[in-house]
């Protein structure tokens, strides 16, 4: 984007792509080509919302929304604009079509190992429109030159990504089977929604299966369901304190075991209240 007389458009679908944007808008114009704050967030555009420019430098989305819980089902197509995607916090969870794709990062720490390092898959010939000037920690066309090591990089958080790889290879199977634990995973915790007691956040539609927001009626019922649910080790269920309520983040990492816990505390707690 930087010395480009184009724009970058956006897809706003939460608060990391609104964060997305606001950063894009320090090196060039930024054109919204959707913004869902007026729906609260709760859902995503169809192909024929998305204003798209006429000669976007690349379009970007999030594929994930932690905070809101929100997340595509599928790889969005927008031709020949490069699509850029954040995808941190569902990197490895399923399978994706990466031809799609002109740009995808994801921080670690979600999915892939332990914060302190990020993931860049970039296609080759986006290489050729890095700006000349870049701050040279931030120049995608040197660390591809030097093979990601121009400088000693994050060792053990690289390592522990290998680990990681190794287990989703070997262990789970690969992202097919990865994607099929998720979906599992998420169906026991949406089918306690009943839209009374539980509401979800999120349209069933662009539910994400990471990151699981509802609320209660009450904020008290809320504070009381964060407690009794610490009393039964289910620890970090408060909805991010930008929009409150509850959040279930269940990653890779996290066992159907646990999700099967939380899952018989919620139908207790609302049998124990109705």
């Not at 995808?87 to 994706?96: C, I």
């Not at 931030?138 to 522990?160: C, E, G």
């Not at 610490?230 to 999700?259: D, K, T």
């Amino acid at each position: 984007l930087r010395g480009s007389t184009r724009s970058a458009d956006f897809v706003v679908t939460g608060s990391w792509g609104q964060k997305a944007a606001q950063e894009a808008a320090r090196e060039g114009a930024v054109h919204i080509a959707w913004d869902g704050k007026e729906h609260n967030y709760s859902r995503l555009p169809s192909d024929s919302q998305v204003r798209r420019s006429a000669n976007a430098a690349y379009i970007h989305i999030t594929s994930n929304e932690t905070i809101q819980g929100v997340q595509f089902a599928a790889d969005p197509d927008f031709g020949d604009v490069p699509l850029v995607c954040d995808s941190s916090s569902d990197f490895l969870s399923r399978p994706v079509e990466i031809s799609r794709y002109g740009l995808i990062y994801a921080c670690a720490q979600k999915n892939a190992g332990i914060a302190g390092v990020t993931v860049c898959v970039i296609r080759k010939d986006l290489l050729e429109r890095v700006p000349q000037g870049l701050p040279t920690m931030l120049d995608f066309a040197q660390m591809a030159k030097y093979d990601s090591i121009y400088n000693t990089p994050p060792v053990f958080a690289i390592y522990v990504l290998q680990l990681v790889l190794r287990w989703l290879k070997n262990d789970i199977g690969g992202l097919a089977n990865m994607a099929q634990l998720n979906q599992q995973k998420s169906k026991l915790l949406y089918e306690a929604l009943d839209g009374r007691f539980y509401r979800g956040h999120a349209n069933v539609d662009c539910r994400s299966q990471m990151n699981v927001t509802f609320r209660l009626p009450s904020e008290e019922l809320e504070k009381d369901f964060v407690k009794q649910a610490e009393q039964r080790n289910l620890f970090e269920l408060r909805g991010h304190r930008s929009v409150g309520g509850i959040r279930a983040s269940i990653y890779n990492a996290m066992p159907i075991e646990g999700v099967q816990s939380l899952r018989t505390f919620m139908d207790e707690f609302r049998q124990a209240r109705a």
